[in-house]
């Protein structure tokens, strides 16, 4: 699998004024449909709701909304991960 750019996507993130934003990064891998060797990462950032497990429980709702936006892709594999520090969300 030949991988390309990676891409960042922050979706539903909110904080209060002054408040400190915790984050979780879901990571989807993506092929193109057309070239299923040519493939990505994409990261879709949320508001933490206290675990991972919340990420994986959020996840297939969110996978299926990025899809249909995206119908030239098929995502070929998932997980959630807390972002890594110094990385631009």
């Known amino acids: 699998?030949?991988?390309m750019s990676a891409n960042?996507?922050?979706v539903r993130v909110r904080a209060?004024?002054?408040a400190p934003l915790n984050l979780v990064d879901l990571v989807l891998t993506v092929c193109m449909l057309a070239?299923?060797?040519s493939c990505r990462t994409e990261h879709l950032?949320?508001?933490a709701r206290g675990s991972l497990f919340q990420c994986m429980v959020l996840a297939p709702a969110e996978i299926a909304k990025w899809?249909?936006?995206h119908p030239s892709l098929k995502i070929?594999?998932?997980k959630?991960?807390?972002p890594e520090k110094g990385r631009e969300t």
């Open 1 to 3: 699998m030949q991988s």
């Open 76 to 78: 070929v594999r998932w």
């Open 67 to 69: 899809s249909e936006s």
């Open 16 to 18: 209060g004024k002054g």
């Open 80 to 82: 959630c991960e807390f």
């Open 8 to 10: 960042a996507i922050v």
């Open 45 to 47: 950032y949320f508001e």
């Open 35 to 37: 070239d299923p060797g």
